[in-house]
């Protein structure tokens, strides 16, 4: 478990390192859109589905991405939904390569008390919980104006790290 979670921080720690690195030695002209459009899965760990909508903000050297996350998430006897505000930043200006991740929001969920060893009889307990992680990933390139991105985080949250498959359009 130790070797686990240290591999986890060493690739966090790795993608934060390389998101200012332009890794293309080709500027893309990429015409960013005023909003663009999230949706994500998270096959492993605790399962989920994310839908969101953002905006990018340019600077002279780096993008930064807001983005507004709708998420609904299943894992063994407990369901959550959420909200939270996903920050991805891009220390280039084509939103390719390695970028880090910021993500706050609250998790609401439902567990039918499968976690309890005395035995809660099935009772269903209802919660809120804090959705606080960081993280990082890369970006590939699919489309004009459409990218591909795999990505870690980990943090205050239900399951202390998940990985994400994800679209934005």
Same mark, same amino acid.
């Given at each position: 478990m130790k070797k686990f979670i240290c591999f986890i921080i060493g690739i966090i720690l790795c993608s934060i390192a %390389?998101? +200012?690195?332009? #890794? $293309?030695?080709?500027?893309?002209? /990429?015409p960013i859109k005023? &909003?663009? %459009?999230?949706? $994500? =899965? @998270?096959?492993i760990v605790m399962h989920g589905i994310y839908l969101g909508y953002g905006w990018t903000k340019i600077n002279s050297n780096s993008i930064t991405e807001n983005i507004v996350? =709708?998420?609904a998430k299943l894992f063994l006897v407990m369901a959550t939904t959420g909200i939270s505000i996903r920050v991805n930043h891009? &220390?280039? #200006?084509n939103r390719k390569g390695f970028y880090y991740i910021i993500n706050v929001g609250v998790d609401y969920g439902v567990s039918t008390g499968g976690f309890d060893p005395g035995g809660s009889g099935g009772k269903e307990e209802y919660f809120v919980f804090p959705n606080i992680a960081l993280g990082g990933g890369y970006s590939f390139k699919i489309g004009k104006n @459409?990218? *591909?991105? /795999? $990505? #870690? +985080?980990? &943090? =205050?949250? #239900?399951l202390a790290s998940n990985?994400? =498959?994800? %679209? /934005? *359009?």
């Open positions: %390389f998101a +200012d690195e332009n #890794l $293309s030695t080709e500027m893309d002209k /990429i005023k &909003g663009c %459009f999230y949706a $994500s =899965l @998270s096959p996350v =709708l998420h891009f &220390g280039n #200006l @459409s990218f *591909f991105r /795999i $990505s #870690l +985080d980990v &943090g =205050l949250k #239900l990985l994400y =498959l994800s %679209f /934005i *359009f």
